[in-house]
């Protein structure tokens, strides 16, 4: 069975913060996804990264940055320098073998004051 | 490249009546999922489509949920009839034939979901 674990239900920053959004997994396949994704006021899950069980380099893309450790099946998210607009539940997502559908966690609400 | 659509955006009605959903996947997805997702948690599976054969309906409640993909294409939710803690968002994804190759082939893209409201 797959598990995702978001302990943080809510975090609250004000602006230009970091923030580290938290995700642990569980699944017995050696093979798998892990994806990270936005879901804004609008309703609309927008994807943000895909990362395979294969590749553990942590990846940067402009503000975002992502850190995958399989030793303790983790794949943290974090936001640097946060602005207003990335308020929004961030979803983290398991796909085992790549086949099969998402297991979510229950998601993270951020909220970032100006 | 058009993205998934869904319709209708909102639907409310009253319990133990019936309400029907739909979603056009992006074009040339062989994949189409549909998810349930409850106030305040993330989405969770109902049913997954490879072309217009099921692949997954274990949590499928299917004494009351419906679904079809008639030609491999659009899909259509049915709940029949619909109780209190059906309120939720339905959302439908599409991917690639995962058969391909690459993990791009994986990657799911979710339409605006459907709110719906029992009351």
């Known amino acids: 069975a797959q598990k995702v674990t978001q302990a943080q239900t809510e975090i609250s920053v004000v602006e230009k913060e970091d923030v580290t959004l938290d995700c642990v997994y569980e699944?017995?396949?050696?093979?798998?996804?892990l994806f990270w994704y936005k879901q804004p006021p609008s309703g609309e899950l927008v994807f943000l990264i895909r990362?395979?069980?294969?590749?553990?380099q942590n990846e940067i893309s402009g503000r975002y940055s992502w850190n995958f450790q399989k030793s303790t099946s983790s794949f943290n998210f974090t936001i640097t320098a946060s602005q207003v607009v990335d308020s929004a539940v961030y979803f983290c997502a398991l796909n085992p073998t790549g086949r099969r559908a998402l297991t979510f966690g229950s998601g993270t609400r951020l909220q970032v004051q100006p | 490249e058009a993205g998934v659509a869904q319709s209708p955006r909102y639907k409310i009605i009253e319990k133990r009546q019936s309400v029907a959903f739909w979603c056009n996947p992006i074009s040339g997805h062989a994949t189409l999922y549909w998810y349930q997702q409850i106030l305040g948690q993330g989405p969770k599976l109902l049913i997954q489509f490879q072309n217009n054969g099921v692949v997954d309906d274990s949590q499928l409640p299917k004494d009351r949920f419906s679904a079809e993909r008639l030609k491999g294409v659009d899909s259509t939710l049915k709940i029949q009839p619909a109780k209190l803690e059906d309120s939720a968002v339905y959302l439908c994804a599409s991917s690639l034939d995962p058969h391909g190759a690459g993990g791009d082939a994986y990657e799911q893209y979710f339409g605006p979901g459907t709110r719906l409201t029992v009351t």
């Open positions: 699944t017995r396949d050696t093979t798998y996804y």
């Open positions: 990362r395979n069980s294969f590749d553990e």
